[in-house]
């Protein structure tokens, strides 16, 4: 087993910055003895593909594409026609973080914007938004899109899905699930993850390899057989089929057949809710949204943001300019997490003394406005 050192890097940005987990690079490694048969025909992605039916119970149809854009935009494509919609929470990342691939991949299938507590659409918001319009002028709602773990760091629960599982049969809406953090959240929820996929109705997941400790690759997983249809040539067409698959599909292999997709994810998730628990007893923090996941959603005085920005940390702002992201990973640290709660203190101290003497101007950092 080979070993690796703890990226050095200053962050709590995204579980993305985060390096190869040792499992899947062991995976990659052996994948790279001699030759194999090119395009996906190699025994890596078969067993790969095969382990993905045992993990969900179920006689899927599993793709391998390079990211998680691609991933959401081709799958969505398979659930609609250009004229189609799709109902997505408007902090959705198919939105908000793709740069219209979705529309693009469709041929122009158009997101429609529910609203929704924590990041999670409602079967009511669903439902006002299938019935606003109905009359040919504007396009039909054919596909859902759900995100689980959401951009919040929360989790839709198995009747939550269920309750949108009966507005989408009732209104006939394929149900896409962006599964970035997937695995996170079956760990988190302690469910099989049939349980929270096709056993609530879900066509077609997007299931993340990269955020888990991959280098690069996604599967997209179609439990809705039908819809997979011609899906290769799709994938083809858009430049997403590697012809050196196998070493996309031996890291998921590697992931899979070790366990290290749900140690990592649990992992992930026990350093967030260690995070929260050190941020939630701090003057001047408030917690924005419930942790549930990996991500620890806080606001905290921009001077203190400024401050650790100013140190080396990295993390993304999120939500106006007070309210900022922490994401964990599976190469997080406590001793990392101690240091930075350490500084995050003394980042508040400081600024609870400037207000104490206002005449002092604050200072003005740059924002970073991407969010992987
Ligand atoms: C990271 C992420 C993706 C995938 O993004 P890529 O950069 O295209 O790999 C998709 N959805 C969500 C919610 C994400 O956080």
């Known amino acids: 087993m080979l070993t690796l050192n703890p990226i050095a ?9 985060s390096g190869i987990c040792p499992e899947a690079l062991e995976y990659m490694l052996q994948a790279n003895h001699g030759s194999a048969p090119a395009y996906g025909d190699d025994i890596w992605t ?10 969900f119970e179920t006689d899927c149809e599993v793709f391998f594409v390079f990211n998680g854009t691609a991933a959401n935009a081709l799958s969505l494509a398979a659930l609609c026609q250009s004229y189609h919609s799709v109902i997505c929470h408007e902090t959705a990342h198919v939105e908000t973080d793709e740069c219209g691939a979705p529309e693009f991949a469709s041929n122009g299938s158009k997101l429609l914007l529910g609203k929704g507590q924590n990041g999670k659409l409602t079967p009511e918001a669903i439902a006002t938004i299938v019935q606003k319009r109905t009359d040919i002028h504007y396009p039909k709602p054919k596909a859902l899109s759900l995100t689980q ?8 629960t ?73 899906f290769a040539y799709r994938c083809k ?25 749900l140690r990592n994810a649990q992992h992930a998730n026990r350093c967030a809710a260690y995070l929260e628990q050190q941020l939630s007893s701090l003057p001047g923090v408030e917690i924005l949204s419930p942790r549930e996941a990996n991500g620890v959603f806080v606001s905290l ?36 997490i101690d240091q930075f709660v350490q500084d995050i203190k003394t980042a ?14 604050d200072s003005v950092a740059p924002v970073l406005q991407e969010r992987p």
């Open 9 to 17: 890097l200053e962050q709590f940005a995204s579980d993305n910055y």
């Open 46 to 55: 078969q067993k790969a593909t095969d382990y993905f039916r045992d993990l």
């Open 149 to 156: 773990a959401t951009e919040l760091g929360t989790l839709y």
């Open 158 to 230: 198995v009747d939550e899905l269920l309750a949108i599982q009966s507005v989408a049969e009732r209104y006939q809406l394929r149900i896409h699930m962006d599964g970035a953090r997937f695995a996170n959240a079956v760990a988190a929820m302690d469910v099989t993850p049939a349980e929270i996929t096709w056993r609530c109705g879900v066509d077609v997941l997007c299931f993340c390899g990269t955020k888990n400790g991959m280098a690069i690759g996604e599967a997209i997983i179609f439990f809705n057989r039908s819809l997979a249809e011609d």
């Open 237 to 261: 067409q858009a430049g997403q089929l590697a012809s050196k698959m196998r070493f996309i599909s031996a890291p998921w292999l590697g992931l899979l057949e070790t366990g290290a997709w």
């Open 301 to 336: 005085p921009e001077t203190a943001i400024d401050a650790l920005r100013n140190k080396g940390w990295l993390f993304y702002n999120f939500i106006g300019t007070e309210g900022v992201r922490f994401m964990c990973s599976w190469a997080t640290t406590t001793a990392r």
């Open 348 to 361: 508040l101290a400081a600024t609870r003394s400037v207000n104490a003497h206002p005449e002092v101007e």
